[in-house]
């Protein structure tokens, strides 16, 4: 493989991923992990994700936690469905701490949870709360 065949982080979903064969011509503008967040892309509603994990954190005093729970029953509200969300706010965290805002912790003691009851987030090195801003025209380096 070539030098410049490392791992990227995907746009849509924020997990790593290596090249793949078909990758190798065009490493360089590959975003995405998969067919399905190529598809997918980054929609308006992922961008809310991320805000309401930093208003909600801005909320908490420096090192408390914020589990992924309980930002997808924020969302939802009191009579919403949460469950459905959970996952799209655990990829918005897996963004924000690519770009250190926050910082992903997890408990592997807990015996019989999934990733996503195991998994805590903080403020990480880069938090900003000021107006957050984000556009979905951002130009990602990964």
């Not at 290596?18 to 590959?30: E, S």
């Not at 805000?51 to 005093?61: A, E, G, S, Y």
């Not at 706010?89 to 408990?107: F, I, K, W």
Request: with cysteine; proline share 7%.
């Amino acid at each position: 493989m070539p030098a410049n065949s490392g791992m990227k982080r995907c746009a849509r979903c924020g997990t790593e991923f290596m090249p793949r064969r078909r990758y190798l011509r065009n490493w360089h503008a590959v975003k995405f992990c998969s067919r399905a967040c190529a598809l997918g892309g980054r929609k308006t509603q992922s961008l809310e994700f991320e805000k309401t994990i930093v208003d909600m954190l801005d909320d908490l005093q420096p090192g408390a936690f914020l589990r992924p729970a309980e930002v997808a029953m924020h969302l939802a509200g009191e009579d919403g469905e949460w469950r459905p969300l959970l996952e799209d706010v655990v990829r918005a965290a897996r963004r924000l701490a690519h770009r250190e805002q926050v910082t992903l912790l997890d408990q592997p003691d807990m015996i019989g949870s999934g990733e996503l009851e195991a998994l805590r987030m903080e403020r990480g090195p880069a938090f900003d709360p000021t107006p957050w801003q984000s556009s979905e025209e951002e130009d990602y380096p990964y």
